[in-house]
């Protein structure tokens, strides 16, 4: 079965900038959307950063401005750059990939932001 790769996460002084990639294991397997999503200790799951096979995309309003996503054209990978991170950033990242009939998971990727 196709598999989600996340790579990129890592600890960084509030301030910093981090970026997370993700790619489909098969190279010619492509997503309608993919996405970012968060959880942080306590909290439930969030959306943080979307984008179509258009190219539209939509973000959490507490990250606008200061995360970017984007993808390749056939939707088959996937980035997050995130500048200014501040120390509420801090959470588990998860890759999402979804076609017209599955949704796809990576394992996600710790991103620490310290004080």
């Known amino acids: 079965q196709v598999q989600l790769v996340e790579s990129g996460g890592g600890l960084v002084q509030s301030g910093g900038s981090l970026s997370l990639s993700c790619a489909a294991s098969?190279?010619?397997?492509?997503?309608?959307?993919m996405g970012w999503y968060r959880q942080a200790p306590g909290k439930q799951r969030e959306l943080v950063a979307s984008?179509?096979?258009?190219?539209?995309?939509n973000y959490a309003e507490s990250v606008k401005g200061r995360f970017t996503i984007s993808g390749d054209n056939g939707q088959n990978t996937v980035s997050l750059q995130m500048n200014s991170l501040e120390p509420e950033d801090t959470a588990i990242y998860y890759c999402?990939?979804?076609?017209?009939?599955?949704?796809?998971w990576g394992q996600g990727t710790q991103v620490t932001v310290s004080s």
């Open positions: 098969a190279s010619t397997f492509n997503f309608n959307g």
């Open positions: 999402n990939g979804q076609t017209r009939w599955n949704d796809y």
């Open positions: 984008i179509s096979r258009s190219g539209s995309t």
